[in-house]
């Protein structure tokens, strides 16, 4: 993968931890300046901050925690490392779905949105679209918002695992439901769909493309489908740290999600997927994400602070069970693990993600 070039920075030490609330409801009440990258309809390449970086910011106070849980025996979970994960079609996610993951998953939800400005979807929406889907809900915490900020839409969110908060009425507005479905099983919800939306999935499918074909067949005329995910391995400003951990951790879970039937790359593919699915008027726009604050900018630091503690959070539970497949023991990841944690939060490495926001329209005018 071709390195963006920059200068490298000159501190030595080292990011202090983030603080965080669990967020199932959240409302982020921030400055706007922290969450706009300024002029462009998206940001650049972030740039190293030679500056020192010897702390990132703490945002716990503008996340407002809450607890949820589901009062389901639909379906059992499966315990495996100390960890649960769903027993509904066993082994096709490999993240676990425990208390511990839903945090994680709804710091995530504050991560896309942050870094969109503090929105929940980058398509330009014609008032309140009647059907809404969520693929892979996870939570439901995008769903719940969009059916709150969209009270004349019907929202439906599906996902493998049990977790969504469907049986507590308070918490969920009366235009959402969730269902328990795969999304790569053959769709008869009956009904086509004005706006589909997807995020994080690059760990959900076997065969992307199809479900990108299922989504086109089931939106209406002048509907729209939007993929919200991220691409690996990480990329780096300056030269590639070959020698560090987090560089070695990027290579071996992209050889392991291998051998497990899935690709972290496949948002490269996601533009044809949508052309391919007979979608149109396609837009696609890159955000990027840095592990720890070396970049310069209130934006970047921002997005920083959430997508460092997002890595932290789960990196331990998806490298146990990807970094398994290459023969590696519990001990031996756990151990791995502590490296890798040490480099996210190393100022000199000047690595992020990319991510992609991807829509398109189905062709016909909406009836």
């Not at 519990?330 to 996210?344: G, I, S, T």
């Amino acid at each position: 993968m071709t390195d963006a070039s920059s200068s490298a920075g000159h501190d030595n030490g080292y990011a202090t931890p983030f603080s965080w609330a669990s967020s199932r409801t959240a409302s982020v009440d921030q400055d706007a300046s922290m969450l706009s990258w300024g002029s462009g309809s998206a940001p650049s390449l972030p740039s190293v901050d030679s500056e020192s970086q010897t702390e990132t910011m703490s945002l716990s106070d503008s996340i407002r925690s809450s607890t949820m849980t589901l009062d389901s025996s639909l379906y059992h979970f499966v315990q495996e490392n100390g960890r649960t994960y769903h027993r509904y079609k066993e082994g096709r996610y490999f993240l676990p779905n425990d208390t511990a993951e839903q945090e994680r998953l709804d710091l995530q939800h504050q991560l896309f949105t942050i870094a969109i400005g503090n929105k929940l979807n980058i398509a330009p929406l014609p008032g309140d679209p009647r059907r809404v889907l969520d693929i892979a809900t996870g939570t439901g915490i995008w769903a719940i918002e969009f059916a709150v900020q969209h009270p004349d839409s019907h929202v439906i969110g599906t996902d493998l695992s049990p977790i969504q908060p469907q049986f507590l009425p308070s918490s969920v507005p009366e235009n959402c439901r969730f269902e328990i479905d795969d999304a790569e099983d053959e769709w008869t919800f009956g009904e086509s769909f004005d706006y589909i939306h997807g995020r994080a999935l690059m760990s959900c499918f076997n065969d992307p493309a199809a479900v990108v074909r299922q989504a086109s067949d089931n939106l209406a005329p002048g509907g729209i489908l939007e993929f919200q995910d991220a691409q690996f391995p990480m990329n780096y400003i300056g030269d590639r740290p070959t020698g560090s951990a987090l560089y070695r951790w990027n290579n071996l879970m992209v050889e392991g999600v291998a051998r497990l039937g899935r690709s972290w790359s496949n948002v490269r593919n996601y533009h044809r997927y949508f052309e391919e699915a007979g979608l149109e008027n396609i837009v696609e726009k890159s955000f990027y994400w840095p592990t720890s604050p070396w970049a310069k900018g209130q934006y970047f630091k921002t997005v920083a602070a959430y997508f460092q503690e997002d890595m932290l959070a789960g990196l331990e539970a998806m490298s146990l069970k990807v970094l398994g497949v290459l023969d590696m023991s519990p001990d031996q990841v756990r151990e791995f693990v502590e490296e890798v944690k040490k480099d996210l939060r190393n100022t000199n490495i000047h690595a992020y993600l990319t991510v992609t926001y991807i829509y398109g329209y189905k062709p016909g005018r909406p009836v």
